[in-house]
């Protein structure tokens, strides 16, 4: 029996443009992403009674075939042609659910590259990513890390330079907001795209200031009251810019000053369900 365990990093949408349709219906983006230091932790060993177990400490995580650590299991073991296999996989779930954060893309990749240690299979990236992508259009960006630009349906990848070290307060409000109702809304408002992402990728490579150009075409289309209020509140309290991350609900502030950023924790700590203090890794 191997057990191994790794971290599963969460992500931030510095731009999300919606850049089209595909004929089956599914959305193209085109988005600059961030890797920052809210983690899961997933352990994962080896068993053999041929199953697939998942544990989460979140009973609200499913832990069947509807879990993306689930997929990629099982697309790891196809795309691998392993047949005789048992894993149990326990998430220690840190990175709250509808929020943006790519939690479950997250903990889809840090399985597929767990998985490739413990059957020691030697994937390339690219293997990984395309195991990742038939599991979820963020988990390619989760296998890779850092900052990248992500366009199709996340699975074309181009490693950006990275951003320099931001604090990155992160605050979600009582609710959450399913990605489906994110782009239904985006579609029945005809929201214009940003086409903010080539000039975010301009900007990092220049190593200019990148605050001023976030942009996020869904919250746009969302359009919650709540959501700009703690934007709002955010650069009151010292951000040097604030956006709504992926589909929401979750909002994060930039901070390049810790002590601003700290003080701001401690403002909005008690006032919402998740508040969190990460930095861009």
């Known amino acids: 029996m191997n057990e191994l365990s790794a971290y599963a990093y969460a992500k931030i949408n510095l731009t999300l ?18 890797t920052v230091s809210l983690a899961d932790e997933i352990r994962i060993r080896t068993t053999d009674d041929n199953r697939i177990t998942i544990k989460c400490s979140d009973p609200s995580v499913p832990c069947d075939e509807r879990n993306t650590v689930y997929k990629a299991c ?9 047949l005789k296999c048992g894993v149990e996989i326990y998430i220690d779930k840190h990175i709250p659910s509808e929020a943006g954060l790519g ?12 998985l490739d240690e413990i059957f020691d299979t030697k994937l390339s990236y690219d293997d990984m990513c395309k195991i990742g992508a038939s599991v979820g259009a963020d988990v390619p960006f989760c296998v890779m890390l850092g900052t990248a630009l992500c366009e199709g349906m996340g699975e074309v990848i181009t490693p950006l330079k990275k951003l320099k070290k931001h604090y990155v307060l992160l605050v979600k409000p009582n609710f959450g907001v399913s990605t489906p109702l994110a ?10 795209t940003a086409n903010a992402s080539d000039k975010m990728v301009e900007a990092l490579e220049s190593d200019t200031d990148i605050t001023k150009l976030l942009a996020n075409d869904l919250e746009r289309a969302i359009e919650m009251a709540e959501i700009s209020d703690i934007k709002q509140k955010l650069i009151k309290l010292g951000a040097d810019g604030a956006l709504m991350t992926g589909s929401g609900s979750c909002v994060y502030g930039l901070f390049t000053d810790n002590e601003k950023a700290f003080t701001a924790f401690k403002a909005l700590d008690r006032s919402y369900p998740f508040v969190y203090l990460a930095e861009t890794i």
């Open 17 to 34: 443009d919606i850049a089209g349709l595909r004929d089956d219906g599914y959305h193209l983006i085109k988005s600059v992403m961030q």
């Open 103 to 114: 939690g479950g893309s997250s903990d889809a990749a840090a399985v597929i590259k767990l």
């Open 74 to 82: 099982v697309k790891f073991f196809d795309f691998t042609q392993i």
């Open 183 to 192: 782009y239904k809304l985006f579609d029945e408002k005809k929201v214009v």
